[in-house]
Each structure stands twice: as C-alpha cells, then as structure tokens.
C-alpha cells in the first residue's frame, strides 16, 4: 500500500550457509526453506509495490494503440520488475513443492521429541498457508462505511486492511477495479472478505474473514 518506487530487496541466502554437523537431518533443510519462502514473499510486495508507483499491473500494456512504447512509463523498469516478479511466482510454487516433500519425509522419520515438534509444526503452518498467504498482502484501506450498508452488515471496520476480496487480491486489483468488477458480478450473493484490523504491527493486527453481500444499490460504502 506504500508508495514504493525502487525498494531495496534482501538477497537472500546463499549457498555457502554453514549448519551445525550434528543438526537434525531433517530439521536444518526445511527450515531453510521456510525461511527462504518468507524471503520470497516479501520480496514480491515489495515488487508489487513498484508496479503500483508506476500505475501499472502485469497485464498493463505497454505501448501506444499504434505499436509504440509509452513515453509516460518508465518501461525498462516495469519489464525489469515483471520479469523478477515472474521468476520469484515460479520459485515459490518449487519452495512450497519442496516444504511440502520434506515435511512427509519428516514424518516419515521423526520421533516424538520436542525438537521435532517444533519443526513438523512450523512446517505445517507454512504448508497450510500455501501460496495463498504471498498474496494475502494489504492492498486497499476502508475510509468510511455507511451505516446499514453491506460493509457495515458485512462488519467492516474504518481504518480495515483489504488483503482479499473474492477472488481479488494486491496481485491482480488493477488499481481497485477488479473489485468494482466482483461486487456488479455478484449483487445478492456472499463475497469473502479478509482483512487484517487493528495496528499495522503483526503482533497487535487481527486477521478476519467476514461475508459481505452487495446490494444493486450499494455506493461500495
């Protein structure tokens, strides 16, 4: 949601990281993917957050009715981030293929130790958000709600963090018109709404899932 327009994006680890030799064999591994799977997350915000300082998403087009590239956008570093973003998209989907076949390999060897408690359950909330959570990013902020509107029965809070709406989400919102879009298509029927409420701090924000309704008549307020 910031106005990011060039974010300075960690490396992530190497391979030449060191491990203790009497690690658990199974532990040290999927750790690192884990971790590795937080690196990728945030590095595609913070590329998603270029895209939206340029006005832009990756279906935008990038040149003129008559061929041309447009002299209002900076094009070399849009195609340079959409190039990044789809090569980050690509290894998480193998990051999440890998979490998955070690934690089953896990299972298959571990004990009833602590220490693999710990890993299994780490492993498994990582699983269970799948890619679902890269993409469960803030996009949009409610400003106002009209009292009996379907926000407001939907239990929509000002101040609310929008990080999916339908099938909506910061990687496909096309500056807030996919959202538009999903409540025409759906006037009368449930939209799934999450957000995060609370502050912007992990530890103090709540994360919920509410059931909005549209109405024909409904100013999106």
């Given at each position: 949601?910031?106005?990011i327009h060039t974010p300075t994006v960690?490396?992530?680890?190497?391979s030449s990281s060191s491990r203790p030799n009497n690690a658990f064999e199974g532990k040290a591994p999927l750790m690192e993917l884990i971790s590795e799977k937080e690196r990728l997350e945030g590095e595609l915000t913070a590329l998603s957050s270029v895209l939206d300082s340029h006005g832009v998403n990756m279906n935008t087009g990038l040149t003129t009715f008559d061929g041309f590239p447009r002299n209002d956008l900076d094009i070399a570093q849009i195609r340079t981030t959409r190039a990044r973003i789809i090569r980050l998209r690509n290894d998480y989907k193998g990051i999440m293929s890998q979490i998955e076949a070690g934690l089953h390999a896990h299972h298959a060897?571990?004990?009833?130790?602590?220490t693999h408690s710990a890993a299994t359950g780490r492993a498994l909330s990582?699983?269970?958000g799948s890619?679902?959570?890269?993409?469960?990013?803030p996009f949009a902020k409610v400003n106002s709600i009209v009292?009996?509107?379907p926000a407001s029965e939907a239990g929509?809070?000002?101040g609310d963090r929008i990080r999916q709406f339908g099938n909506v989400n910061w990687m496909n919102h096309e500056k807030l018109a996919k959202v538009a879009e999903t409540v025409q298509r759906n006037q009368g029927r449930s939209i799934v709404v999450k957000i995060s409420r609370g502050d912007t701090d992990d530890q103090a924000s709540e994360e919920l899932q509410l059931v909005l309704v549209p109405r024909s008549d409904w100013g999106g307020r």
């Open positions: 949601m910031d106005d960690p490396s992530g680890p190497t060897s571990s004990t009833n130790s602590v990582a699983v269970n890619s679902s959570d890269a993409i469960g990013v009292a009996g509107s929509l809070q000002i």
